[in-house]
């Protein structure tokens, strides 16, 4: 594999973690509102936090495209479950 064909494979899913970001924004926001209006929350999110929470599911969800997605073409589908066998 060209270092140019791994770089294509990351931005093209970073670019699906993003599109995923933009959807888990406002998820993230509506359940930190219920949590205050609705529990009573006490807790308070700094700026650092909601940063770190974004980047972390940004990671996640670049990670699970990219180990799901991105199968060859001549992926069979069988997994060995044979222990220590390969």
């Known amino acids: 594999m060209d270092i140019f ?6 931005f093209k899913y970073s ?3 993003l599109g995923g970001i933009a959807i888990l924004i406002p998820l993230y926001a509506a359940g930190f509102l219920i949590y205050k209006k609705v529990f009573h929350g006490t ?7 909601w940063i ?3 980047l972390l599911s940004g990671w996640l969800l670049l ?12 992926f069979g589908g069988s997994i060995n479950l044979s ?4």
């Not at 064909?5 to 990351?10: D, F, K, N, R």
């Not at 990670?63 to 001549?74: I, Y």
């Open 63 to 74: 990670v699970l495209g990219l180990t799901t997605f991105s199968r060859g073409a001549n």
């Open 15 to 17: 670019l699906l973690a």
């Open 83 to 86: 222990l220590f066998s390969g």
């Open 43 to 49: 807790k308070k999110l700094r700026i650092g936090q």
């Open 5 to 10: 064909v791994i770089l294509a494979t990351i």
């Open 52 to 54: 770190s929470l974004i």
